[in-house]
């Protein structure tokens, strides 16, 4: 099917800007790594951006084009126009699609490759819905300027925690609903300074432009108060890391009906059990744009809660999947567990689909849920229940995701090669380091 022509021209987001006094216009979109970036325009230009795009060299961002693809054109999506609470200046903030100068989807536009994965799932007679729980920490400085721990937070996992850092959190969360995010809960999280907000389930382009738009919030408002936010997935030796668990559904257009629910034990039904068998089939060939950083993989080891087998279960934390137990058919939803913070939500919810749809479209049957604890079984009895293993390195993670067809065409020739070439440079770049730990261990005794 061939791309469709972006035009944005509605006058609502025109209208809104000028009614709330809007004197500068943020428009964003993401490289391949879910970076942020931003082209500012005065607002009297809004008009005019809509119609018509704002040009920006393409060559100049990271990942996005080569130099013969410099000339590519934002195009704002009215239906993102918020009004930024935190700078002085009025300013609003608007998602944009990055286009040719023909007005066509650039194929390396992480949005785009959502948009794509959201019309395959039309397609199929689907909408896809997902409600990410973000953790992240809250981090002071010390008096040479490194991050460390907050130094009155005592607070462990949903403790009532009275340090500075929750008022901070509470303001966060005021200035995120004020954005328009649907904030669901708010808790502390397991180690001091860490945290976890979770929003609600929405369609999946809205969800990733949720993500997009907490990070980066998060970390504006943490500034403001002297501390650092951090998405990283293991700040902390011996700490908790932090992952972003993404609950997922499937309902029917028309009349919403959630596409998971069945009469089995789990509560699942066929479509539900066989979106869980795609997307634990291309587990490996989906880590490396859902735990994208040579540091995700110091978070997926073994001996913790986040996941590292390829299974499914209820009550198994340590699962890859997990099936919530819910009290009511329409909120029937499926956690998937090895996403971190730090990915591009475009592109990992894309992903995600693409692998469960996979599932569904070929009907691959789903293997028995393993309830007991797994870290404890040695390797012939993981293969003996038929259970595997995520990759435990990036360089791994790469090579997986080079061979799998259905992870490739989610992405679409130009992220997949961008992301490979980045994630390529970045392992060579991290294991050509010598580290401290190195230098105490052998400098001596060598």
């Avoid at 987001?13 to 964003?28: E, M, N, P, S, T």
């Avoid at 060559?59 to 410099?70: G, K, L, N, W, Y």
């Amino acid at each position: 099917m061939a791309p469709t022509r972006i035009r944005s021209t509605p006058p609502d987001a025109v209208a809104a800007a000028r009614a709330a006094g809007i004197r500068h216009l943020d428009l964003q979109f993401t490289d391949v790594t879910g970076a942020v970036k931003t082209v500012t325009i005065p607002a009297d230009q809004l008009s005019s951006a809509l119609e018509h795009g704002v040009w920006f060299d393409g060559s100049s961002v990271e990942s996005v084009a080569r130099t013969a693809e410099s000339d590519m054109y934002l195009r704002p999506d009215p239906q993102t126009f918020a009004v930024l609470p935190w700078p002085e200046t009025p300013t609003g903030r608007m998602i944009c699609w990055v286009t040719t100068p023909d007005g066509e989807p650039y194929p390396g536009d992480p949005r785009g490759a959502l948009r794509r994965a959201v019309e395959r799932a039309a397609q199929l007679g689907f909408i896809y819905r997902v409600g990410p729980e973000i953790e992240f920490y809250l981090l002071e400085r010390d008096a040479t300027g490194r991050p460390v721990h907050p130094a009155h937070d005592r607070g462990g996992y949903f403790d009532l925690a009275t340090d500075p850092t929750v008022s901070v959190r509470q303001s966060m969360v005021d200035q995120l609903r004020d954005l328009g995010l649907e904030v669901n809960t708010v808790h502390h999280e397991l180690a001091s300074g860490q945290h976890e907000i979770d929003v609600s389930a929405q369609e999946a382009l809205r969800a990733a432009d949720d993500v997009l738009t907490l990070r980066y919030t998060l970390k504006a408002i943490a500034q403001r108060h002297g501390l650092t936010a951090t998405f990283m997935p293991k700040p902390f030796q011996g700490q908790p890391g932090s992952g972003m668990h993404v609950h997922q559904s499937l309902s029917r257009p028309g009349d919403g009906a959630n596409a998971f629910a069945g009469d089995d034990d789990y509560g699942l039904s066929d479509t539900a059990k066989h979106f869980i068998a795609g997307q634990l089939h291309h587990a490996a060939g989906m880590c490396l744009v859902l735990a994208p950083l040579v540091n995700s993989y110091k978070r997926l080891v073994r001996g913790f809660e986040a996941p590292v087998f390829v299974s499914w279960a209820r009550t198994n934390r340590g699962a890859l999947v997990r099936v919530p137990h819910v009290s009511r058919p329409e909120v029937t939803r499926v956690e998937l567990r090895s996403p971190d913070p730090s990915c591009n939500p475009y592109l990992a919810f894309a992903v995600m689909l693409r692998c469960g749809l996979d599932g569904v479209e070929h009907r691959l049957p789903l293997p028995p849920p393993v309830e007991e604890a797994l870290y404890g079984f040695d390797e012939v009895e993981l293969e003996r229940r038929n259970v595997g293993l995520l990759p435990d390195n990036l360089k791994d993670a790469v090579t997986a995701l080079e061979s799998d067809e259905v992870v490739l065409d989610a992405l679409g020739d130009t992220l997949a090669e961008r992301l490979i070439e980045v994630k390529q440079l970045e392992w060579d770049q991290y294991r050509s380091q010598v580290t401290p730990w190195e230098v105490e261990q052998f400098l001596e005794r060598s």
